[in-house]
């Protein structure tokens, strides 16, 4: 990347750049766009696609529906009511 285009980026960004930080920037980019070039060379079509490195399986518990809920039960312990609604104070 040149130096031209960091500080056309670093502009778009809303970001001064000095002369230092834009040669240090200009050094770590470049090495990056190397990386990512070296990434090209690996043959990937035999791999599944992943989302993740390390996903291994659902964390979320299993989506059961709950029989007979008695809501009775969940009325008699709230602390005021409104007809057949739990009242709650306002938050706004």
């Not at 970001?15 to 990056?32: G, P, T, Y």
């Not at 990937?44 to 659902?58: D, F, G, M, S, W």
């Not at 039960?73 to 709650?88: G, H, K």
């Amino acid at each position: 990347m040149e130096k031209r285009e960091i500080y056309t980026t670093a502009y778009m960004a809303r970001l001064s750049l000095n002369e230092d930080e834009a040669d240090k920037l200009e050094k770590a980019i470049s090495r990056m766009l190397e990386y990512f070039e070296k990434m090209k060379e690996i043959d990937v079509t035999n791999l599944e696609p992943t989302t993740h490195a390390l996903l291994k399986n659902n964390k979320l518990r299993p989506d059961i529906t709950a029989e007979n809920t008695d809501t009775g039960a969940i009325l008699d312990n709230a602390p005021e009511l409104e007809d057949r609604f739990i009242v709650t104070p306002n938050v706004l």
